[in-house]
């Protein structure tokens, strides 16, 4: 079945910066972090905005393979992963999540100044 590669994030594989090996199953996942409006129900939760005892969605993408090992990766959607607890999951491709990630930072670098009451650039 050979070896199987999960990476978090989806830029550098969307880039081509990783070798392309017949031999690996090469899946990327990334925390959408938690929602800063989610009504958690631990003060823990609340006070919460990277993903430890908040609820998130995740996004996932098979980036080399057969999707049979996906079935795999999903075990790592699991409520006992890193990402727990998981309110959604969403399957996309490698490159829908490298440009929602980048479009997401800047649009929150260009908010930056605005929330400060100074002209953004």
Same mark, same amino acid.
């Given at each position: 079945? %050979? ?6 994030? @989806?830029?550098?594989? #969307?880039? %081509?910066?990783?070798? *392309?090996?017949?031999?690996? +199953?090469? #899946? ?7 929602? +800063?409006?989610?009504?958690? /129900?631990?003060? *823990? %939760?609340?006070?919460? =905005?990277?993903?430890? @005892? @908040? /609820?998130?969605? +995740?996004?996932? @993408?098979?980036?080399? %393979? ?14 006992? /992963?890193?990402? $727990?607890?998981?309110?959604?999951? =969403? ?7 490298? +440009? ?14 605005? $929330?400060?009451?100074?002209? /953004?650039?």
């Amino acid at each position: 079945m %050979g070896t199987k590669v999960m990476l978090l994030d @989806a830029p550098a594989p #969307f880039a %081509g910066h990783l070798p *392309e090996r017949r031999d690996l +199953i090469s #899946f990327v996942s990334h925390p959408c972090h938690p929602l +800063i409006c989610n009504d958690e /129900t631990t003060e *823990e %939760g609340r006070r919460d =905005y990277f993903g430890v @005892a @908040a /609820t998130q969605s +995740i996004t996932s @993408a098979l980036m080399q %393979g057969r999707t049979r090992p996906l079935r795999w990766a999903r075990r790592w959607r699991r409520p006992s /992963t890193p990402c $727990a607890p998981i309110l959604r999951s =969403y399957r996309l491709t490698v490159g829908q999540m490298a +440009i929602m990630e980048l479009g997401l930072s800047g649009w929150l670098l260009s908010q930056r100044g605005s $929330a400060r009451g100074e002209p /953004t650039r």
